[in-house]
């Protein structure tokens, strides 16, 4: 889709310039020295060559259509240079120059006509304020960054053009090859969302890494991302993740979602592989573009060294794998072939003095080890070590299926070693701890692909009756959904709410609660009383007519002396709910991702323990269960020490349900179920309080 | 104290070799390569002379003393060798052969008798099985390693010959300075205290970096680190993690108490920096050697790019530290100085264009900004970047008393700049996060250094009490002292505990309940119930003489139902606790580090939520204190949501009273007091239950 762009077999530099240091200028050399086999054409109205090429004084005068127009000519005069390209047919457009978003609002206005240009011809620019794009494998460096690097399986998409320049000068010293670089500037019109969905068809491309500082569109990124995870490894690694806060959220769960989190649940279901840091960044991609995926979690570490080997080995069982049992015949075989001394159990350490013959015979025994899923493969540099050859002969017992990832450890005496392993495919980290963790990345990425088909299960549910309360209290205008409405939203998803109406005196208050059945609640139902029990508005317990008359009235006149001037709409008289375990559910809509589903315990759990977990919806069954387990208080709910076990299933139904009610109607901004109390299984769980935020902009609507 | 090994006069090479690859040949051609000044003293008997130099038939024929002899012979020939050294009066030994300790019994016995040898002479040994010893400052490489790096401050030692080579051949790759490098060996004479005693005394020291897998002896380890912390910064690395388990534990505090848990607390007691990955070991070693301790938590960031800029903000925030303020002022001097599209906020954005001059002028703001402690510099390589000016304009801004820390990052394009930092005294980091988490560990060093004196209460305590319980449970073989035990050993160091006794008769519990004063609680006595409640065995809130009649009979019967074969001491019957917050203390004797405090809140908190923390003994009032403001659940107990505020320094003083009786009695292994009843302040703290296990070895003494 993106081929003028990636594969152009013409380029224009709109802006071409004989001044050495020149963006301009820089480009068209770029070009040149990078190899590019199509045509290039400079132009420039001032000059008739620039570098030995050919200069047309305009696009015009070149006669045919550029495939790729690159754009580097001052903000001001960039308007009239693309108009004029798309004019002579350009096929797509990179907007290399700065000063538009960026800089002002004026070149936020300039930015905006750009894209209406490109928009009308059906043209996809990219930029502007961008370094540009390279292709190493269609030898084409279309930046203004001097380095070209070898062509290989990692495609780059970053919204910092200066990491671009950091990323290529390592990926070269390196050798490390790239399919392609991408820097998306100011991502006026083409987003992370077009790329991932272009280098996941690129067959250049086995793994796309990506620098993020935010995106554009959280939706289709999510189903952007997720077609592409399914196809090869998608790594990304997202900066500003400390500057959430601020937001203002009226419930728990909006108080708990952070613009980080939120992320985080994104990139988990969509199958994004998230780097920790932006050395993380490379140590993944790099395994993911060379090694194949593994099937477990069962590693080998192959080391000539004991104490890497434990470095190695606690590293393993830190990230959620395990250190493997050889089978015996695998030992076996390996005392066959190994000094006396060495050990052949995992670690298997096959000395300081071990040759390539040992390492290629440690690593073809755990190839062949059917209780081995992967290998870690480390070597230090002592007087007998032949870094060179043993890199040879690790990678020639590579590529039987599992990965292999290696750990040469130190500096010059190495370094030969490690240009061997990686230019025979075998990734090198400095320590084992990065080996380990680029491992922990591929058997997570393979646990993503194993999962199972995502179901998302359809409830019945009374939707025209939700719509009624949300519209009567879009009307008045009314943002917080009190106790009495957001329990009727929730009955009408099929919710169990404890029995109760509003009373308006003590004697409707006794009807009420005779027709309910002693004993009741009662609550007082006024929108100025947000924290009811702090000013005497709950009364719990109430087990007969005249504690019923005796708590309502004493309720309305604690409430007249404490909230002066309050509008008191009534008591709501409600069935006690049985006790059971306290849980928290609750939703809060992500400004780019949407629904943000909360789970945790009840009170302290989530007060103080911050026990909690999101999930972005819509959210299957085992999702649901899979965000229940992930709580450290999950324990509770299994039951231990003498607590019985709770319907646990019930609870993954209201989460499912929260997400079915929150797709439905995107005027809720915010969900608080706090208490959803759940007793043994078989006996109903019950939403003992709600609370429902609508969005501000739902009253304009 | 060290000397003859550090800094001999004379080196004897016994065991010699012409033969090249041998490791008596490597030491010999490593020490004159090296540039050793003093005389060099090949032995072999077979030849005349070694790589020019002249050898010896035996050491006698050198006719004076060596300070330093070198063993490299085979492992059955080094206890002669060593007997023969010593004879002719060498000052110091390092026995560089393998084949003992690490091999098998018979090489355990060879190395006790090298031991023995160098004790009857007052001549301290290195090794066996190791590298050697370098000391770049005197020219000695006394190792079979063949790198000698350039001299500088970081002193290290290691448990892993391997590691040694690893660390060499980067540290000259990165022409990195070293103050020395040990090779410990099998640990046989010389360990990791003397290296750290050493090396705090050692001038050319500015850091102590050490990788350790054991260590020799808890207590002498903490009292030598924490005296070379307070001189300077000492780094740490364990391995072995995560191989704690398998220790078997009757208490709460002794399963949630591991190995790790231990060394961790004895670093953090000791001031000893934990470096987290064998990287971070050396990012954090070189930060120290190269900078000044920063003042606090406010850094200031610089950079040439933005993307950068937040990864290193985040990072910062991440960190427990703080991305400071600038001053008005100096906002205002970076604005004359620098272009104006720059950000002069913090990060310091001074352009992808910038030159060196900006640099120097915002690190030089930055320096002079009194509400900034520390400052990271991060250069990305862009089209005007000139990396080796850069690198030396921020040299020229360094030493101004903060500590600053650079990222250069890419590849060869900034190798020069790279190379220019290290040699002008900044760290260099391949990325912004290694940076700032060295950093961080200055800051936490820092702390350390500023931590108030550490002044022990000792508590008045009736010790001869405890004697007499301890014995008597001693004398019948007993290991677990029970509830009533435990108390009284409680109540002799002024624990309130439940006033109670124990009764054989329903008529004597109903006697004792009436002295107590009802309501009382009833709980069996019998060496073979553990978990009393669960057959029966426990009785609240007895609040007459009938009922405690009731369920004393009850109870015998259910007891001898349920535990046939039981013998019932009696039940013992105490007065009923008032409620409170329940907390568990306990203590746990760890086999290296002697007694680990524990802290937690009661219940799920300990069991689900794991939220302990742990203090080795003895502790202060504030070291106390911290251990509960560093749980999570620590809100609880300062009052969260309408409840009160407990008396938290009660807890503080329990846990200060288990520490002086874990230190009076080296017999109790584990206790547990669970729970520990706090109520408001002014309200007396209850020991509710408890048990203490005593050491089996008590049984033999």
């Keep these: 889709m993106l081929k003028p762009l990636f594969t152009p077999d013409s380029v224009a530099i709109i802006g071409a310039s004989r001044t050495p240091g020149k963006v301009g200028r820089e480009i068209l050399d770029n070009l040149i020295q990078g190899g590019f086999k199509g045509d290039i054409v400079p132009v420039n109205p001032a000059v008739d060559e620039i570098a030995g090429c050919r200069t047309y004084p305009d696009l015009k005068a070149y006669g045919r259509p550029v495939d790729l127009a690159i754009i580097a000519v001052p903000a001001a005069a960039a308007e009239a240079a693309v108009e004029t390209a798309l004019g002579c047919g350009a096929r797509a457009v990179i907007v290399i120059t700065a000063g538009f978003k960026e800089l002002d609002a004026e070149g936020a206005e300039r930015e905006r006509a750009l894209i209406r240009l490109c928009r009308q011809r059906n043209v996809r620019m990219l930029g502007p304020n961008c370094l540009g794009l390279i292709n190493p494998h269609h030898r084409m460096n279309a930046s203004f960054a001097k380095h070209m690097p070898e062509?290989?399986?990692?495609?780059?998409?970053?919204?910092?053009?200066?990491?671009?320049?950091?990323?290529?000068?390592w990926a070269v010293s390196r050798r490390l090859g790239l399919a392609s670089l991408v820097s998306m500037g100011n991502k006026a019109d083409l987003n992370e969302t077009d790329f991932l969905l272009e280098m996941a068809q690129d067959k250049n491309t086995r793994v796309i890494a990506g620098y993020l500082e935010s995106i554009v569109s959280g939706d289709e990124f999510i189903k952007a991302a997720e077609q592409a995870a399914s196809l090869k490894p998608v790594v990304f690694f997202k900066a500003g993740t400390t500057q959430a806060g601020g937001k203002a959220a009226s419930s728990h769960t909006g108080s708990l979602a952070g613009a980080d989190i939120a992320y985080g649940a994104a990139f988990k279901r969509a199958g994004v592989i998230r780097a920790e840091t932006f050395e993380a960044l490379f140590d993944y991609?790099?395994?993911f573009s060379m090694q194949p995926l593994p099937a477990g979690r069962r590693v080998a570490i192959i080391t000539n060294a004991g104490g890497p080997g434990i470095i190695a080995a606690d590293a393993v069982e830190n990230s959620a794998m395990e250190v493997g049992t050889l089978a015996s015949s695998t030992a076996q075989a390996l005392r066959n072939q190994l000094p006396a001394a060495a050990s052949v159990g995992n670690p298997i350490d096959v000395l300081g003095d071990a040759d390539p013959e040992r390492y290629s015979a440690a690593v073809a025994a755990a190839q062949s080890d059917e209780s081995i899923d992967a290998i870690i493969v480390i070597l230090t540099p002592q007087a007998m070590t032949r870094p060179v050859e043993t890199a040879r002969a690790v990678a020639s017992c590579a590529e039987r299926g599992k990965p292999v990832l290696v750990s040469f450890m130190g500096g010059t005496d190495v370094s030969a070693g490690r240009e061997a392993l990686i230019s025979a495919g075998i990734p090198d980290y400095p320590a084992p701890e990065r080996a380990v963790a680029a491992l922990r990345a591929m058997c997570d990425y393979a646990d993503w692909l194993r999962r199972p088909p995502r179901i998302i299960t359809r409830f019945p549910a009374n939707r025209r009756r939700v719509e009624r309360l949300i519209n009567r209290h879009v009307k008045t205008g009314q943002v917080q959904m009190g106790e009495a409405a957001a329990k009727s939203?929730?009955?009408?998803?099929?919710?169990?709410?404890?029995?109760?109406?509003?009373?308006?005196t003590a004697d409707e208050a006794i009807e009420i609660a005779e027709r309910i059945g002693f004993p009741v609640v009662m609550k007082i139902v006024s929108r100025e009383v947000i924290h009811k029990s702090d000013v005497g508005g709950v009364k719990l317990n109430l087990d007969s007519p005249a504690t019923v008359r005796d708590a309502f009235d004493l309720m309305m006149m604690r409430i007249r002396q404490r909230v002066p001037g309050a509008t008191i709409e009534g008591a709501y008289i409600e069935q006690m709910c049985r006790k059971g375990r306290e849980v928290i559910l609750g939703m809060s809509r992500d400004p780019q991702f949407g629904p943000m589903l909360m789970f945790g315990l009840g009170g302290i759990f989530v007060e103080v323990m911050k026990d909690v977990t999101f999930h972005i919806a819509p959210i299957t069954e085992q999702e649901a269960l899979q965000m229940l387990k992930s709580t450290k208080s999950f324990a509770l709910l299994r039951g231990v020490r003498g607590q019985s076990r709770v319907d646990i299933s019930a609870i993954a139904t209201a989460l499912q349900r929260i997400s079915q009610l929150a797709n439905d109607f995107k005027q809720i901004q915010e969900l608080d179920i706090n208490p959803f109390i759940v007793g043994e299984i078989g006996t109903p769980a019950m939403a003992a309080d709600a609370r429902i935020t609508l969005s501000p902009r739902t009253r304009q609507g």
Excluded: E, K, M
């Design 285 to 287: 991609a790099t395994a």
């Design 489 to 504: 939203v929730l009955a009408a998803y099929d919710f169990n709410v404890p029995a109760g109406r509003i009373a308006t």
């Design 151 to 169: 062509p290989g399986g990692i495609s780059v998409v970053s919204q910092s053009g200066a990491l671009c320049t950091a990323i290529l000068d």
